[in-house]
């Protein structure tokens, strides 16, 4: 709900926005929810290798590998 406010509403919600954000972080929370590398890399395995070519306009095409599902609409 912050479209279409005046000049001035903006800024007062800007100005609170960056006092809010500009607090100092409590690094023993942050380190709580923050992921080590090695933990993104086994949520995240690495992707199979696929043929690609850059088709019309730029968009990606590539073959399909095996047993993969069609997600196509």
Do not use: C, W, Y
């Not at 903006?10 to 954000?21: G, P």
């Not at 090695?38 to 590998?65: C, F, H, K, T, W």
């Amino acid at each position: 709900g912050n479209l279409n406010l005046s000049t001035d509403m903006a800024m007062s919600h800007v100005r609170q926005f960056l006092r809010i954000m500009g607090q100092p972080i409590n690094q023993e929370a942050l380190q709580s929810v923050l992921l080590t590398i090695d933990e993104v890399q086994r949520m995240n395995p690495a992707a199979p290798v696929v043929n690609s070519i850059v088709g019309e306009g730029g968009a990606l095409l590539r073959e399909p590998v095996e047993n993969e599902k069609d997600l196509s609409f």
